[in-house]
């Protein structure tokens, strides 16, 4: 997911990511995913450089939260993204947030 700071330098300390209610592909509890930021010096600006990782233990349902990242960018936009490790179906989806408000914008 791409993101644009409202100013710079940006440190970019975390996320959070919606794997759903277990239901699909499940069960996937204590699988691991890694988090990822790239920057967005790709070409036309599609992610670049990445900036910074961590590995994630998915220990809950619903929103899994990630606040030790530490990805300094001093203009433009970055990318924060999931990477699987594992091999499906034993590992965490990214999931669809049906809460109001957020309905249909968390992809």
């Given at each position: 997911?791409?993101?644009?700071?409202?100013?710079?330098?940006?440190?970019?300390?975390?996320?959070?990511?919606?794997?759903?209610?277990?239901?699909?592909?499940?069960?996937?509890?204590?699988?691991?995913?890694?988090?990822?930021?790239?920057?967005?010096?790709g070409?036309?600006?599609?992610?670049?450089?990445?900036?910074?990782?961590?590995?994630?233990t998915?220990?809950?349902?619903?929103?899994?939260?990630?606040?030790?990242?530490?990805?300094?960018?001093?203009?433009?936009?970055?990318?924060?993204?999931?990477?699987?490790?594992g091999?499906?179906?034993?590992?965490?989806?990214?999931?669809?947030?049906?809460?109001?408000?957020?309905?249909?914008?968390?992809?």
């Amino acid at each position: 997911m791409k993101f644009t700071p409202n100013g710079y330098p940006a440190t970019i300390i975390g996320g959070r990511f919606y794997v759903g209610d277990g239901s699909f592909p499940g069960p996937f509890l204590n699988s691991e995913f890694s988090v990822v930021v790239y920057d967005d010096d790709g070409t036309d600006g599609m992610p670049g450089t990445m900036l910074d990782s961590a590995g994630v233990t998915v220990n809950n349902y619903g929103w899994v939260d990630v606040d030790w990242l530490g990805a300094m960018i001093m203009d433009g936009d970055f990318y924060l993204a999931m990477w699987q490790t594992g091999n499906a179906p034993n590992v965490a989806p990214i999931g669809i947030d049906t809460d109001l408000p957020t309905y249909y914008k968390s992809y």
